[in-house]
T-cell receptor
Framework: EAGVVQSPRYKIIEKKQPVAFWCNPI?????LYWYLQNLGQGPELLIR????????DSQLPKDRFSAERLKGVDSTLKIQPAELGDSAVYLC???????????????FGEGSRLTVL | AQKVTQAQTEISVVEKEDVTLDCVYE???????LFWYKQPPSGELVFLIR??????QNEISGRYSWNFQKSTSSFNFTITASQVVDSAVYFC?????????FGKGTRLSVIA
């Protein structure tokens, strides 16, 4: 069974440019997460989807970040415009069912490493 | 607020040594879940274990074992007879009534 697939693996852009990351979760997983991981830190949640609905986006900087999950499957995370401080790894994860109070096992992709120059 | 502290930033051991990774957590929730994930150089986080707050039984899985002590709010992870393939960053994480909160991780280097 295929795992969580993310693309691109690496992206280098200049500041003020837009960038988008794509995630294909494990088939059948209704919950999808985007995490931000800075160097030397643990992942931090940006947004969580239950099917198509964003149920927790409180940590998403909405002035420049946006996300969507069309048809409750694939998801895209966009940054526009990118800033130097956005350089990090963006991780996508999915889980089968579960909730905040009874979390399921999260399966992570390999991440998209963004470098903003 | 939920908080996970992994005080050990980096640990180096020689192959076949045992090593314990510490995890201390803070939560006001009475029901919560604790996790350990492994992040090898390839980048993806690999799930290792999930325990709920009502199950304080220690668990052993091959060379891995976990010691959950509610009295000290700790959920430590021990690798017995470490191998080079164990080299990775290990994250402890906590979920109560909020989404998963990760510690900063412990980088384990196992030297042949």
């Amino acid at each position: 069974e295929a795992g969580v697939v993310q693309s691109p693996r690496y992206k280098i852009i200049e500041k003020k440019q837009p960038v988008a990351f794509w995630c294909n979760p494990i088939s059948g997983h209704n919950t999808l997460y985007w995490y931000l991981q800075n160097l030397g830190q643990g992942p931090e949640l940006l947004i969580r989807y239950e099917n198509e609905e964003a149920v927790d986006d409180s940590q998403l900087p909405k002035d420049r970040f946006s996300a969507e999950r069309l048809k409750g499957v694939d998801s895209t995370l966009k940054i526009q415009p990118a800033e130097l401080g956005d350089s990090a790894v963006y991780l996508c994860a999915s889980s089968l069912g579960g909730s905040v109070s009874v979390p399921g096992e999260l399966f992570f992709g390999e991440g998209s490493r963004l470098t903003v120059l | 607020a939920q908080k996970v502290t992994q005080a050990q930033t980096e640990i180096s051991v020689v192959e076949k040594e045992d090593v314990t990774l510490d995890c201390v957590y803070e939560t006001r929730d009475t029901t919560y879940y604790l996790f350990w994930y492994k992040q090898p150089p390839s980048g993806e986080l690999v799930f290792l274990i999930r325990r709920n707050s009502f199950d304080e039984q220690n668990e052993i899985s091959g060379r891995y074992s976990w010691n959950f002590q509610k009295s000290t709010s700790s959920f430590n992870f021990t690798i017995t007879a470490s191998q080079v393939v164990d080299s990775a960053v290990y994250f402890c994480a906590l979920s109560g009534n909020t989404p998963l909160v990760f510690g900063k991780g412990t980088r384990l280097s196992v030297i042949a």
